[in-house]
């Protein structure tokens, strides 16, 4: 039983730099969204999906690109990383319609030098 | 716009005595609100949320939190600490419609001691 899973957990990367942050469910949800983590921050929104071929800017979107082109993945791509975007980053997923219960990956700590 | 306080930066107390940890949140209509904990090096678990009806709610691991109208707040509280409570608490509200677009609180890290 995976659940949410994240991949990879630990990154380095020189600015400039692109990559990708994958997330992947196994729960069969339509919703999935990333959010980052920073210190005295809380969790901010970056972009969620309420479904294959539908995605939507969150809270802070700039320097980040997303696609969902099946129900179980939603990669997160990073163009041209920034120190700005250090941080550890978590992917959730849920049901949808509205429940309130979201999945969380156990999250991707990225640096940006 | 939705938005969630949670003044308590870090609280501390010890194994046994009881807890309580504030939230505050703004919203133009009766919100759906959440607490999630975090345990180091892990995403987060929903432990409790309120709809509608009873305003005290119950949740997991022995939590419990009261919706009040009037102040804005839902508060978590469990009567009682163990050492595994120590984790970061995140209060969360979301709108009462279409998605789970949630807007979190900067979390209180709460510490217990023997």
């Known amino acids: 039983n995976a659940g949410v899973t994240q991949t990879p957990k630990f990154q380095v990367l020189k600015t400039g730099q692109s990559m990708t942050l994958q997330c992947a469910q196994d729960m069969n949800h339509e919703y999935m969204s990333w959010y980052r983590q920073d210190p005295g921050m809380g969790l901010r929104l970056i972009h969620y999906?309420?479904?294959?071929?539908?995605?939507d800017q969150g809270e802070v979107p700039n320097g980040y690109n997303v696609s969902r082109s099946t129900t179980e993945d939603f990669p997160l791509r990073l163009l041209s990383a920034a120190p700005s975007q250090t941080s550890v980053y978590f992917c959730a997923s849920s049901f949808g319609g509205y429940t309130g219960e979201l999945f969380f990956g156990e999250g991707s700590r990225l640096t940006v030098l | 716009a939705q938005s969630v306080t949670q003044p308590d930066i870090h609280i501390t107390v010890s194994e046994g005595a009881s807890l309580e940890l504030r939230c505050n949140y703004s919203?133009?209509?009766?919100?759906?609100l959440f607490w999630y904990v975090q345990s180091p090096g892990q995403g987060l678990q929903l432990l409790l949320k309120?709809?509608?009806?009873?305003?005290l709610v119950q949740g997991i691991k022995g939590f419990e939190a009261e919706f009040k109208r009037s102040q804005s707040s839902f508060n978590l509280r469990k009567p009682s600490v163990h050492w595994s409570d120590a984790a970061e608490y995140f209060c969360?509200?979301?709108?009462?419609?279409?998605?789970?677009?949630?807007?979190f609180g900067t979390g209180t890290r709460l510490t217990i001691i023997p």
């Open positions: 969360a509200v979301g709108p009462n419609f279409g998605n789970e677009k949630l807007t």
């Open positions: 999906s309420v479904g294959a071929g539908i995605t």
């Open positions: 309120y709809f509608s009806g009873d305003t």
């Open positions: 919203y133009g209509a009766t919100p759906y």
